[in-house]
C-alpha cells in the first residue's frame, strides 16, 4: 500500500451553482490541493424540471477520459450530460498516463490502468475514478480516499457472463473439445472417447460463493452437477448446493474445481503444489477469478505429472496493455509453458467480455459517476462513505447543496454547521469510512451574494 499524502496543508476549492444559473469552469473549482483531502463543492441546480439538475460547473470545461474501450452506452450517457468526453481503446503507460490525468476531473478504466499513488499524485483536478468492471485492485483506493477522489465499480452487472462462461470450460474441458478442434484444424481427425466424460452427477467446488459463484451453482445443478463451495463467510446456500468446513475438503472431494475470489495477500497462491496435490487425479481446475490466485508453475508441474486433467485459465499474474502477439514469455516464464500443455482452454481475460455485459456496466458505472459529479451522491462508491440526498426539485428556489468531504475527526460538524447556522439546513446526512467523512447538506433561503462568503468560510477550515 503507498504511503499516504505527506503534505496536508489545505488549499481547498468550491463550486457554485445557484437557482439562478451561474456556472463556474471545473478548472479551478476541482482543483485537487497537495493535501490529504480534496476541498469542498457547493452544488446546487437550475429551475427546468421537476428534479433539479445539480451541475456546479460549465459541462463544456468538465473532462472525461476513458480507457481501454469502454461501452458506447456508458460514452453516450455522460456525453449527454455536455461533459468533455475522450475515449481511447487502450490502456496507456504510466508517463503518458500521468501526462493525460493532470487535466481531467473523471477517469475511466478497466483492470489493465494502474492509478496508483505516484499517477494520483499528479491528478490535480481529478474528483472521481470509474472503474467499468468489477475489480479495483488497479487503483490505490486509500490514497484517492485521501485525495478526495471517489471510487465506483460495477460489482455485479457481469457475473451472470463469467458463470456462463465457467459451464462453457466445465463442459469442454469433460469432453476435450479445445484438443478435438486443434486437430480438426489441422486436418486430423481423432474420434476418441478415453477421459472423456459426461458433467451429470460430477461434483463441482466453488471457491468464493458470492455474486459469481451463486449465480454458477445454480446453472450448474440446473446441469445435473452436486455443488460442494467454500467461502470465509457463512452464506446461504442456493438449491441443494452445501458448504463445506474448509478448502482442503473441498479440494479433496471436487471433480471440478473453479476460483471466485477477489485479489488480496489470503488469496495470493491460494491454489499451489499443495492444494494441487489434495485434488483427485484427473480432476479440473478453472480460474476467472484474478491471475495471482493460482500458482501457474505448480499447475503447469502437476499437469505434466497428469494429476490435473485439464484447466482453464482466463486471468495471468501478468497481462499485455492490449491486444496483438503478446502471450509470450515477457509476461512471465510460464507462458510458453501453458501453450505447451493439452486439455488447457487460454482465454484472454474475457469472463465479462459480452455485450450485455459491457452494456450493463458502462451504464451503471456511468449512472454512479453523473450522480456524484451532478449530485454528491456517493451511492457505489468503494472507498467513500455511501451518502445520499433526495433530489432538489423547482419547488425549492434559493437552495444550495453543499459536499463537505474532510478527516474524520471530532469537532468538524460542529464548525461545519456554525457556519451554515444562519440558513436554514432542510436536510443533512454525513458519515465515515475510515478516515474519511463525508457531509451533504441542502440549505434554503441562500442570495447570491451570500454563497462566496459561505464557500470562503468553509475554505478556511483545517478540517
Not at 475511466?108 to 485492485?137: D, P, Q
Not at 452445501?242 to 488469496?267: G, M, W, Y
Request: some cysteine; charged content about 20%; hydrophobic content about 40%.
Amino acid at each position: 500500500m503507498a504511503s499516504p499524502a505527506q503534505d496536508i496543508s489545505r488549499d481547498a476549492s468550491a463550486t457554485v451553482s445557484s437557482s439562478l444559473n451561474l456556472s463556474t469552469s471545473p478548472n479551478a473549482s476541482f482543483h485537487s490541493p497537495p493535501s490529504s483531502f480534496d476541498g469542498h463543492h457547493w452544488r446546487a441546480g437550475s429551475s427546468r424540471g421537476l428534479a433539479k439538475q445539480l451541475k456546479p460547473f460549465a459541462t463544456e470545461d468538465f473532462k472525461i477520459l476513458l480507457l481501454e474501450n469502454i461501452n458506447l452506452a456508458g460514452q453516450d450517457l455522460l456525453s449527454k450530460q455536455g461533459y468533455q468526453v475522450e475515449a481511447l481503446k487502450t490502456s496507456l503507460p504510466e508517463v503518458e498516463l500521468i501526462e493525460k490525468i493532470r487535466d481531467v476531473h473523471v477517469i475511466g478504466i478497466r483492470s489493465k490502468t494502474k492509478l496508483t499513488a505516484k499517477v494520483l499524485h499528479e491528478a490535480k483536478n481529478l474528483h472521481a475514478v470509474g472503474c467499468f468492471c468489477i475489480g479495483t485492485n488497479q487503483v490505490d483506493l486509500n490514497y484517492a480516499a485521501k485525495r478526495g477522489i471517489a471510487v465506483f465499480n460495477s460489482p455485479f452487472s457481469n457475473s451472470r457472463s463469467v458463470a456462463e462462461l465457467v459451464i462453457a470450460e466445465i463442459i469442454t474441458l469433460a469432453r476435450q473439445l479445445g484438443d478435438r478442434s486443434v486437430e480438426m484444424h489441422r486436418g486430423m481427425w481423432n474420434k476418441v472417447s478415453k477421459k472423456c466424460w459426461e458433467i451429470r452427477g460430477k461434483t463441482l467446488g466453488i471457491i468464493g460463493y458470492g455474486h459469481i459463484g451463486s449465480q454458477l451453482s445454480v446453472l450448474a445443478e440446473a446441469m445435473g452437477m452436486s455443488v460442494i463451495y467454500y467461502d470465509k463467510d457463512n452464506l446461504m446456500s442456493l438449491g441443494m448446493a452445501k458448504q463445506v468446513a474448509s478448502l482442503d475438503v473441498l479440494l479433496q472431494e471436487a471433480d471440478f474445481i473453479t476460483c471466485h475470489v477477489p485479489e488480496n495477500p489470503d488469496t495470493k497462491n491460494m491454489i499451489g503444489a499443495k492444494q494441487l496435490e489434495m485434488m483427485k487425479t484427473g480432476s479440473y481446475l478453472i480460474n476467472a477469478s484474478r491471475g495471482s490466485v493460482v500458482d501457474i508453475p505448480a499447475l503447469v508441474n502437476a499437469m505434466r505429472a497428469g494429476k490435473i486433467g485439464g484447466a482453464a485459465l482466463d486471468v495471468y499474474p501478468g497481462e499485455p496493455g492490449g491486444n496483438g502477439l503478446y502471450f509470450d514469455n515477457s509476461l512471465g516464464p510460464w507462458a510458453e509453458d501453458l501453450r505447451s500443455l493439452q486439455n488447457i482452454i487460454l482465454t484472454p481475460h474475457i469472463g465479462g467480455s459480452t455485450e450485455e455485459a459491457q452494456i450493463a456496466i458502462g451504464v451503471e458505472v456511468s449512472q454512479a459517476l453523473i450522480r456524484y459529479t451532478n449530485e454528491g451522491i456517493t451511492l457505489g462508491s468503494v472507498n467513500f462513505p455511501a451518502v445520499a440526498l433526495r433530489s432538489l426539485t423547482t419547488d425549492e428556489p434559493n437552495h444550495v447543496r453543499v459536499v463537505y468531504i474532510h478527516h474524520n475527526i471530532p469537532g468538524v460538524l460542529r464548525k461545519v454547521n456554525e457556519i451554515l447556522g444562519d440558513h436554514n439546513v432542510d436536510k443533512q446526512m454525513t458519515d465515515s469510512r475510515g478516515d474519511v467523512a463525508y457531509l451533504l447538506a441542502d440549505i434554503s433561503n441562500v442570495n447570491q451574494s451570500e454563497i462566496q462568503k459561505l464557500v470562503a468560510s468553509l475554505e478556511a477550515l483545517d478540517c
